[in-house]
Nanobody, 121 residues
Framework: QVKLVESGGGTVQAGGSLRLSCAAS????????MGWYRQAPGKQRELVAT???????NYADSVKGRFTISRDNANNRVNLQMNTLQPEDTAVYYC???????????????WGQGTLVTVSS
């Protein structure tokens, strides 16, 4: 069974930085895209950044220039470096993996359990 496990959330002051990591566990043959989404209180989940297996990245306009997504294909890991954090970045951040193949199983989409990021003003 494949699982996504996130780490790195926490509380930081405005202007600070945090780094999120997500590792896919299990016997994995391939993962198409990996990415990060977030959900603030009372709001819908939204895309933050995604990265394909060939490292093509896509960012939400709100985080461009501040956040950087990276991927380690050998270890099935995706990271999100978040700089110049603002209070509006406060949310639960979820790791996502798209089209995962593990042995004889194929998953269209997997989600992590979420990690809370709180930015104080």
């Amino acid at each position: 069974q494949v699982k996504l496990v996130e780490s790195g959330g926490g509380t930081v002051q405005a202007g600070g930085s945090l780094r999120l990591s997500c590792a896919a566990s299990g016997s994995i043959f391939s993962i198409n895209a990996m990415g990060w989404y977030r959900q603030a209180p009372g709001k819908q989940r939204e895309l933050v950044a995604t990265i394909t297996s060939d490292s093509s990245a896509n960012y939400a306009d709100s985080v461009k220039g501040r956040f950087t997504i990276s991927r380690d294909n050998a270890n099935n890991r995706v990271n999100l470096q978040m700089n110049t954090l603002q209070p509006e970045d406060t949310a639960v951040y979820y790791c996502n993996a798209d089209r995962v193949v593990s042995g004889s199983l194929a998953y269209l989409e997997l989600w992590g359990q979420g990690t809370l990021v709180t930015v104080s003003s």
